[in-house]
């Protein structure tokens, strides 16, 4: 096994700094899951215009997504991470003070962007700056911050809860941003971003600084021969023979994170428990903090374990353990038992768990694993993309599934599509741990 030298302490400030994103991301994300609680009979809101409240997020993260490509190639890693923070921070204040339903709506979009944007932008950096033995836990560590930051907005929406305050609930999400703003003046660019557009001799500088460059020996050479890399080159092969079945598989990856169904668990959790009998805002609000406690506590297992069992293997026991508690809980709807209300609670608990486990983070370290450095920010901007389409569609359509089809028609469902992702993945998803970047696209091009 490949000697694994220890991090520095400047390299976790760095690491930390950089998953602050990630935090955000999960945040303004999952605040409005409480917020909604009050602003609805505040602003008179209909079924319909919640439904665009809860999910107008997301297509501001669309967009987001589609130019946080673009923007990490042309302003660099590390400025655009900076550019998102202010999003934060703008979106933030903008909804906290809204005397409107459309300067919500505004103030929803702003954070959706610099959550898209972020989303893209982030695991590229951490995937560039981490050497192979450390990748896939620093990168998962940017999944490990969104579940905290999930967590921290139900925490909020708890304690806000028996004070209505909907505008400080989302005036807090603006604080990470600030520490995380002033924090980047003290990181460095990407040494990737660096090779790549032609400053070698500064990103030494910074893999020295990060005492970095005894493990990044191995790929200074694919980095330097990428520097000369030109946009529509790139993009021709992306789309090539050659590089089309990375893309796809890293697309359907994206995509299964998503429609496998995890974010109406995320966005309508209050709404589920109290359907399950927490009837008060109070208690279907506590009662969703387990929920983010476990996505927590689940995380860090798979930040542990990534690196010593492979991701691989971690990510078809999470898909696997996904299925159980998804078929669980319709079979248990659909014959009706007494304990309907308890199995529905316990397999929601067990079913974030796994996804916790194998989905969540394996996405974002494989996104950032398999693209060659050349072509690596349009494909996680297409991949991104993917992810909060289908986010966005998933979030759109459950509240109408679940009228339809009941809780237990909806989450089978979901069921069914995590046994494609399970064969999908057993199938063209090869093992990636500890292998250079450069080793992994040998792999999959075969």
């Known amino acids: 096994m490949a000697h694994k030298q220890r991090l520095s302490r400047y390299m976790i400030f760095v690491v930390t700094t950089a998953c602050l994103g990630g935090l955000l991301f999960g945040y303004h994300t999952a605040i409005i899951s409480g917020a909604l609680i009050f602003l609805s009979p505040i602003f008179h809101l209909s079924i319909a215009e919640q439904g665009v409240l809860v999910s107008i997020i997301l297509l501001g993260a669309l967009a987001g997504a589609l130019i946080g490509g673009y923007l990490a190639d042309c302003l660099g890693r590390k400025w655009t991470i900076m550019l998102t923070a202010v999003l934060f921070i703008l979106g933030s204040w903008i909804t906290a ?129 990428s520097a000369s890399s030109r946009n529509k080159k790139a993009w021709r092969l992306l789309f090539s023979s050659k590089l089309s079945p990375i893309l796809f598989i890293g697309l359907f990856i994206s995509a299964f994170q998503q429609i496998t169904g995890i974010n109406t668990i995320i966005y309508y959790a209050p709404r589920i428990f109290q359907g399950a009998g927490y009837t008060s805002a109070i208690s279907a609000t506590f009662a969703t903090l387990s929920i983010g406690v476990i996505n927590v506590l689940a995380t860090l297992v798979s930040v542990w374990l990534l690196d010593r069992i492979g991701r691989r293997r971690l990510l078809l026991i999470g898909i696997a353990g996904m299925v159980v508690s998804l078929c669980s809980l319709a079979i248990t709807s659909f014959l009706r038992s007494s304990l309907i209300d308890e199995m529905a609670v316990v397999s929601l608990m067990t079913y974030v768990a796994f996804f916790a486990i194998g989905l969540g983070p394996i996405t974002w370290v494989l996104l950032s694993e398999i693209y060659p450095l050349k072509v690596r920010g349009k494909a996680m901007t297409l991949a991104t993309f993917v992810n909060w389409l289908c986010n966005y569609f998933v979030s759109l359509t459950f509240p109408s599934l679940l009228v339809s089809m009941g809780i237990g028609g909806s989450f089978l469902a979901y069921g069914v599509i995590s046994m494609i992702a399970f064969w999908f993945v057993l199938r063209y998803v090869p093992e990636t741990k500890e292998k250079s970047l450069e080793e992994i696209e040998q792999i999959l091009q075969k």
Request: hydrophobic residues 50%.
């Open 97 to 225: 003070e809204s005397h409107s339903y459309f300067m919500l709506l505004a103030g929803r979009v702003v954070s959706g962007i610099a959550v898209g944007v972020i989303s893209v932008t982030a695991p590229l950096y951490l995937a560039e700056i981490a050497p192979p033995n450390h990748r896939g836990a620093i990168v998962s560590t940017y999944q490990l911050f969104i579940t905290l930051g999930i967590l921290g907005a139900y925490i909020i929406n708890y304690i806000y809860a028996k004070k209505a305050d909907w505008q400080e609930m989302f005036i807090i999400g603006s604080l990470p941003a600030a520490i995380q703003l002033l924090a980047l003046f003290f990181t460095p660019e990407s040494p990737g971003w660096l090779f790549k557009n032609g400053k070698s001799r500064l990103a030494i500088i910074v893999l020295e600084r990060l005492r970095l460059d005894r493990d990044w020996k191995g790929h200074i050479g694919e980095m330097k021969h």
